[in-house]
Structure formats: structure tokens, C-alpha cells
């Protein structure tokens, strides 16, 4: 499970550190997405697998639930932890939400968070 606030810097190549008590559960790899509610998503293999079905399981009728599909596929990068335990965000996943140099790394039950911190700080 994914709990706690963590503030991190994002690096000029754009590698983030991720916070020590989530990189466990992502030694196997891991997938960050775009995300709802103007951030970035990062999911364990596993829960991205989980998250996929329950996405294809919305009626394709629905212009909603294909506009989340594209955005969250269409927006997402399989990452590994580098030996500091760090993953490189594409600069076009940092530039969608307003990423530079700061973040927050925050827990989601299931998934951790990454947010730029004016928008979190508004979000809150």
C-alpha cells in the first residue's frame, strides 16, 4: 500500500528520486501515467494490469470513459528504478503538469502520486 507525503526535486535530466518506502513494491518495474486531477500516476506492473481491465471493461459508447482511455494510455511510460532508486519522467508527462524542479510524491492506496506542488498545494 502506498501512504505518506514526500517532497522530492526533479533533476535536469529530469529523473525523480522515488520516496524509500515505495521503491519495494516497484523493484519489478513500474508504469507512470498520466493521471485525473492534473497529475502523474505511478502503478506497480501488477496494478497497471489491474487498472487496464477495469478500463476495458467501460462501454466504448461512452465518450468519457474513451477519452480517459486515450489519455491515461496514451500518457503512460514503463519506468525502471535506477541503483538511487530513481525513474526519468519524459518531459512531455513533467511539461503536462506543470513539473520543474519540485514534487510531490504522495501514496493513493494503490498507486503513488507525483504532483507539482503549487497544484497540490491548490488541490488540498
Known amino acids: 500500500m502506498f501512504t505518506g507525503e514526500y517532497r522530492h526535486t526533479v533533476d535536469d535530466k529530469g529523473r525523480l528520486a522515488v520516496p ?4 519495494a513494491q516497484l523493484d519489478g518495474g513500474a508504469v ?3 493521471w485525473i486531477d492534473g497529475c502523474l500516476a505511478i502503478h506497480t506492473r501488477a496494478g497497471w ?3 487496464a481491465e477495469t478500463i476495458a ?4 459508447t461512452d465518450p468519457s470513459a474513451r477519452l ?3 489519455s491515461v494510455f496514451a500518457g503512460a511510460n ?3 528504478l535506477d541503483r538511487q532508486g530513481r525513474v526519468l519522467l519524459p518531459a512531455f508527462l513533467r ?3 506543470g513539473l520543474v524542479t519540485d514534487a ?20 488540498r
Open 32 to 34: 507512470v501515467s498520466r
Open 95 to 97: 511539461e503536462g503538469i
Open 20 to 23: 524509500s518506502r515505495f521503491r
Open 49 to 51: 494490469a489491474a487498472l
Open 68 to 70: 480517459f482511455e486515450r
Open 78 to 80: 514503463e519506468v525502471e
Open 57 to 60: 471493461a467501460l462501454p466504448i
Open 104 to 123: 510531490v510524491v504522495l501514496g493513493a492506496r494503490d498507486h503513488a502520486e507525483i504532483w507539482a506542488p503549487v497544484t497540490w498545494a491548490d488541490y
